[in-house]
């Protein structure tokens, strides 16, 4: 479980105060796969690593009774310099997990071939994600924070990697940024609508979706076709 209690966070950009969370106060249940939506820019992402410990509140509190996934497909955290093995085995011991059995799954899953023993600063962006994602699964989290994961790699890696994600929900939470309404419903059985800094929390996936909807004027016909030309 997780808890957001009163949680405010703001940034200028542009000369312009945005305004990412006004006073959430928010609990994501246990063993619950949580859909965060919300049109773009209205700060999903940052919010996403907040719960995650990444980036500073402003004020307010963030806890949890479990164990919290770094943000899936975040490339940040890797050291440049390592090969991705390397950083796989640091990743390893500061979790206290086995090293080598670490290192097998993510280098089976990933599928990065020899660039697993090269410096991640030769990777591409893609095989970044991929790294991140094949580690994130490679380790038991009560909570995984998910953002955009299953639209790395080809379409055979997406297949894969949504296989295991849904393996691993079976046991944990997660909450979940994607702009497909149609891994919202596979993947997840709640979800949060962020707009204007202002969070509303559904039980039931299909009005949370609808009100997604309604803030950004889409009726469902509509968002069946995006999702259809997506």
């Known amino acids: 479980m997780i808890v957001l209690r009163n949680v ?24 619950t796969s949580v859909a ?11 919010l996403l690593s907040m719960i995650g410990g990444l980036t500073d509140l402003d004020s307010g509190t963030i806890t949890s009774t479990g164990t919290i996934s770094w943000p899936v497909g975040f490339r940040g955290s890797f050291h440049s310099d390592l090969s991705g093995a ?55 989290f009560d909570t995984y924070l998910v953002d955009e994961v299953t639209s790395v790699g ?44 202002h969070l509303t929390y559904f039980e039931d996936i299909e009005e949370g979706i609808a009100q997604h909807l309604r803030n950004m004027n889409i009726d469902s016909e509509e968002a069946d076709e995006m999702e259809e030309d997506g």
């Open 154 to 197: 080809d379409a055979v890696f997406r297949v894969k990697s949504a296989k295991v994600f849904t393996a691993r929900l079976r046991e944990s939470a997660a909450v979940v940024v994607t702009h497909s309404m149609a891994q919202v419903r596979k993947l997840c059985t709640a979800a949060a609508v962020l707009e204007n800094g």
């Open 36 to 46: 965060l939506l919300g049109r773009n820019g209205a700060g999903k992402s940052t």
């Open 86 to 140: 390397q950083n796989v085995r640091f990743v390893a011991r500061v979790y206290g997990v086995d090293s080598d059995e670490l290192v097998d799954f993510v280098a089976d899953f990933a599928e990065l071939g020899d660039h697993f023993h090269m410096p991640v600063r030769t990777y591409s962006a893609g095989m970044r994600s991929r790294l991140s994602f094949g580690l994130s699964m490679g380790i038991h």
């Open 8 to 31: 405010c966070k703001s940034f200028v950009m542009d000369g312009v105060r945005k305004v990412v969370a006004d006073n959430i106060s928010f609990t994501i249940p246990s063993r």
